[in-house]
């Protein structure tokens, strides 16, 4: 149980796009997501906290209007990476809990590379 | 002072070693840890939790926790060549706090 998918494992984009990304909770309901990024070599930067039908809350230094994320159900949350540059190149994750659950539950990730 | 502090190691054991993973916290009100495993180029994967003091034990895992002393450790008997990963220390329940993780080599 607690199987958390995302999609689309890997994209690449011109400079100036966009890119959405989804995370899905397969067999819970994720009360809870939360998006990472990560660069070579280094830990996990938490980017924002979202919970379902709220609007989500943003880590330090992240912009929230260039990164957008939806958490329109109990089993989705979208991040949309807004004007991509070659510098948001990175690996993006989202992890979920949900009620009843102490763990959080991570999606494989989303490699972005923009070009 | 970080909330989780990890030593980033890298820390290489041999085959079959024990390997030992440390990891101090500095919010005494947490109730909750958790050790994640994550190989390169992969996400994390939860590998235990605790949240009383004491030994947990789960295959060739333990899992220790001192909350006096505001430490949490993962031990790894008979290490593997497959076990060499980071392994990222985390606490907390809806607001989880990460370590920097730890690199552990198993040399064959």
């Known amino acids: 149980g607690a199987v958390v998918s995302q999609h689309p494992s890997w994209v690449i984009c011109k400079s100036g796009t966009s890119v959405k990304i989804e995370c899905r909770s397969l067999?819970?309901?994720?009360?809870?997501m939360f998006w990472y990024r990560q660069f070579p070599k280094q830990s996990l930067m938490l980017m924002a906290t979202?919970?379902?039908?709220?609007?989500?809350?943003?880590e330090q230094g992240v912009e929230k209007d260039k990164f957008l994320i939806n958490h329109a159900s109990l089993t989705l949350s979208t991040l949309t990476v807004t004007s991509a540059h070659p510098e948001d190149s990175s690996f993006y994750i989202c992890?979920?809990?949900?009620?009843?659950?102490?763990?959080?539950?991570f999606g494989p990730g989303t490699r972005l590379t923009v070009t | 002072q970080k909330e989780v502090e990890q030593n980033s190691g890298p820390l290489s054991v041999p085959e079959g070693a024990i390997a030992s993973l440390n990891c101090t916290y500095s919010?005494?009100?947490?109730?909750?840890f958790f050790w994640y495993r994550q190989y390169s180029g992969k996400s994390p994967e939860l590998i235990m939790s605790?949240?009383?003091?004491g030994d947990k034990e789960d295959g060739r895992f333990t899992a220790q926790l001192n909350k006096a002393s505001q430490y949490v450790s993962l031990l790894i008997r008979d290490s593997q060549p497959s076990d060499s990963a980071t392994y990222l220390c985390?606490?907390?329940?809806?607001?989880?706090?990460f370590g920097a993780g730890t690199r552990l080599t198993v040399k064959p």
């Open positions: 992890s979920a809990t949900g009620t009843g659950l102490n763990e959080q539950y």
């Open positions: 067999d819970f309901q994720a009360t809870t």
């Open positions: 979202s919970n379902e039908g709220s609007k989500a809350t943003y």
């Open positions: 919010d005494r009100g947490s109730q909750s």
């Open positions: 605790i949240y009383s003091n």
């Open positions: 985390a606490l907390g329940d809806n607001d989880m706090r």
